[in-house]
């Protein structure tokens, strides 16, 4: 089974609101066995809208519209899905009755303006809209079965999983498809590490992606029942895990944080973090994850000099020495916040992330992590490099970071945990 | 001028990665005076990629391509271009040696599968690629220019930067656009209030799109000179903001923190900050900045109630009377901050991000803001709700608290520093 995702908006076309609906839309049907052949995205004007809803129509099973049903005067997906099944928009009393029930629940009244949303082709079926006001719509156009979402992402995915998933599920044959995720090797060396099971025409496919230097390895197995494509999918993710190691932190949508998260939970163990250049991106990465409470105790962020010594307890001399981005402040940095928190881990980076501050000894991407942990205490070096933002190099120290607890986690045996030190 | 452009790559069709070269583009042909009409995205597939191709150069005067320009067997844009032209693709041995020499300077052999990356199509022309291997191509397909970029954002839009911009500049009629940034008012009442601006028809056209509270109002102005373009965008954006006041922040990609960031800077402050749900994501906010470490003194992410004691000062007897979710706990967290950095202004989070940590007196999206200024401190309620997910209730914390800080800054006339209360 094919299908086709429009997307409805001018902020799209003209760039203002990168699209995500499309992207998440894809891969639930992909769960759901069928495949997306192709996107398209379309200003709010009636004709381009009509004309792609019609050719999308003829050549997939299933088509997937989001946007335009809201109530202004851009909204125009109603009336060019009707113009396509060549019918008139109805006024439907129940819906209206809802939106205004809507609005009292929340003690508002209805803006005259959604009345509009009350209007529905005749012949479609009303999807239900539990966080919004706008119904969506589902219309069999020949042999295409379209269905329309509201084009803000929460109502869409809400409606997408309790409207049309259950229609959905069961109509296509079996494309499953699992993500690997990994770190710390580059993209071009993991092509070569499974270069065999890359080749074209294989099953299951195998293919790429690097973003934000974290590598997904998508796996997408056919088969005609769902044990068969599942035990392809598991025959070569093992072998994959096998070839990478620990390089692989985790599968799906698995963040290194989660991983992290997993691994202090599964040890009992506790992080502190101290940062400067990453300016708490690192202590928000930790907290991300839900009941993070059970193993992040304290992060500081001590940008100034001044702070590093107040907070940290960093001596001043080491600090004029070398100045605040060097081994040895990252590392009384960890040790600091390793002691006065009482965690069993903590981290400490300093570093340059730019676009100012750069030297020809210390350039912009110089950034040194520190792990202090009940064996001791390393540090590492990263050059990040002079191409990547200040907000990437932020990023890649931070994952840098959560990657060298991980790392230390997984080849720690369970130790005995040794009585914290805590400073009164 | 119309333009169209075409995202390839099976990543994108199956919603493995959210395609945002598409939305970059579209803004730099808008500010260019160009048009985009239409967005689609194929999979790595020849005949998809030639048809979409084909199609697109029927009713565009640019074509705008991203993707398959690597050097594996998945990457069939030059052979699927070359067919669009009907004509042979060639071997460029120049592309070949800079290739080569791309990964000698990197100390690296260059993998032989970047062969193929110095194949061009007959009759097109290279587009210089100083970010990765791949060249870019550009051919004429009937009155189409076509520009075919890789899909990795950091070339293609250096690409773009370099070797396209200046042969488009001047091309179109001049479609100017700006974009008004506001939190604090629903998008439904920015609408009421300028809906004789919104109306179709007129030009320039208003349209408004809300992205994690953030509701920006987009202005497009067209006409035949630049200074006409631009005279009208200036009439509306200052009535807009005649309107609206405060509630506008910035302009373009303006962020909260950025606003915040120009008004300490131009009053001379310093800030420091105390988090808990937030996490860390405050201060990570303040210090996306450059240049931030002259205002940003020191944060602390107090997540544990054994941190907010030992750390800010905080008296257990106020945590155990109401618990760490309360007015009382974001007071002494904001004031601990500020007397212990010494900074002007501090800012206390306290609340509960979830999902879980919910009660029926303190439900989940309860979140308490607390700013101590040299005028005192005040303390807000946040109510977020139970439907939004935990990482939207911390951003929409930490953006109420910079907004908090963002209008006492507006506020506050260039009163005389008062001496900081340093704890020694």
Not at 63 to 71: E, N, W
Request: glycine share 10%.
């Amino acid at each position: 089974m094919i299908a086709r995702i429009l997307s409805i908006g001018t902020e799209l076309t003209l760039g203002q609101t990168v699209d995500t609906n499309s992207a998440w839309l894809a891969q639930q049907l992909a769960e759901l066995g069928i495949e997306t052949v192709a996107h398209a995205t379309v200003p709010d004007e009636l004709e381009p809208i009509q004309a792609e809803i019609e050719r999308a129509a003829r050549d997939a099973d299933v088509l997937m519209v989001t946007g335009g049903l809201g109530p202004t005067q851009d909204d125009l997906t109603r009336e060019a899905l009707a113009r396509v099944m060549n019918v008139p928009l109805d006024f439907h009393a129940p819906t209206l009755e809802r939106i205004r029930e809507f609005f009292r629940s929340r003690n508002l009244q209805m803006p005259e303006a959604d009345r509009r949303e009350a209007m529905v082709p005749r012949g479609a079926t009303l999807l239900d809209n539990d966080c919004g006001t706008a119904p969506g719509l589902r219309a069999r156009i020949g042999r295409c079965d379209a269905f329309v979402l509201p084009g803000v992402p929460r109502e869409m995915r809400s409606m997408f999983d309790r409207t049309v998933r259950p229609v959905l599920a069961g109509r296509g044959g079996f494309i499953l498809q699992r993500v690997l995720r990994t770190f710390g090797l580059p993209e071009a060396r993991i092509g070569e590490l499974i270069a065999d099971l890359m080749q074209r025409g294989r099953n299951p496919t195998i293919g790429t992606t690097a973003q934000a230097a974290v590598v997904g390895i998508r796996i997408n197995a056919r088969a005609r029942t769902l044990d068969e494509a599942a035990a392809l999918l598991d025959r070569d993710a093992a072998e994959i895990r096998r070839r990478l190691g620990d390089y692989v932190f985790g599968e799906g949508d698995a963040t290194l944080q989660q991983a992290v998260a997993e691994l202090l939970w599964r040890h009992g163990r506790t992080v502190a973090t101290a940062e400067s250049c990453t300016g708490g991106l690192l202590a928000k990465a930790l907290t991300d994850v839900p009941g993070s409470s059970r193993y992040f105790l304290c992060g500081w962020v001590t940008y100034s000099n001044a702070a590093k010594q107040r907070e940290l307890r960093i001596d001043a001399a080491r600090i004029e020495r070398h100045g605040a981005v060097c081994r040895e402040v990252a590392e009384s940095m960890a040790l600091g916040a390793r002691t006065l928190s009482g965690a069993d881990y903590a981290i400490g980076i300093t570093g340059i992330a730019g676009p100012e501050g750069g030297s020809p000894e210390k350039p912009v991407g110089l950034v040194y992590v520190s792990l202090a942990s009940p064996d001791g205490c390393e540090v590492r070096e990263l050059r990040l490099g002079e191409y990547l933002s200040r907000g990437e190099i932020r990023d890649r120290a931070a994952k840098a970071a959560l990657n060298m607890l991980r790392l230390a986690l997984l080849t720690s045996a369970s130790q005995p945990k040794a009585a914290p030190e805590i400073r009164a």
